[in-house]
């Protein structure tokens, strides 16, 4: 069983920046794939960002390419997600989730993840 613990959210402007992070507890995320997603108040979970096992696959939802970064460390076991830029509709609770069957691929679709954070609140104000 692979916990997984988000970090870094918090409230910030328009314009600012966040780094989040996911890490693991019991296993090193090492061999997973990772994803990151978000939940606004009143909408479904939204894909954001994923990659793959070694780091060198990544992928982007539209609204967030060119101002979010997915990045590894395998070394310490953690996936960050660089968030600059931010706008007042980035805000959203964010969710890692962590995949491990097809770690070599970047996975996008939140059903094919076995499992998943509590989520970290991101506010950006205007």
């Known amino acids: 069983q692979v916990q997984l613990v988000e970090s870094g959210g918090g409230l910030v402007q328009a314009g600012g920046s966040l780094r989040l992070s996911c890490a693991a507890s019991?296993?090193?995320?090492?061999?997973?794939?990772i994803g990151w997603f978000r939940q606004a108040p009143g909408k479904e979970r939204e894909f954001v960002a994923a990659?793959?096992?070694?780091?060198?696959?990544?992928y982007y939802a539209d609204s967030v390419k060119g101002r979010f970064t997915i990045s590894r460390d395998n070394a310490r076991g953690t996936v960050y997600l660089q968030m600059n830029s931010l706008k007042p509709e980035d805000t959203a609770v964010y969710y890692c989730?962590?995949?491990?069957?097809?770690?070599?691929?970047?996975?996008?679709?939140?059903?094919?993840?076995?499992?998943w954070g509590q989520g970290t609140q991101v506010t950006v104000s205007s």
């Open positions: 989730a962590a995949e491990d069957s097809t770690p070599y691929r970047v996975v996008v679709a939140d059903v094919e993840y076995d499992y």
């Open positions: 019991g296993r090193t995320l090492s061999t997973y794939a």
């Open positions: 990659v793959n096992w070694s780091g060198g696959r990544t």
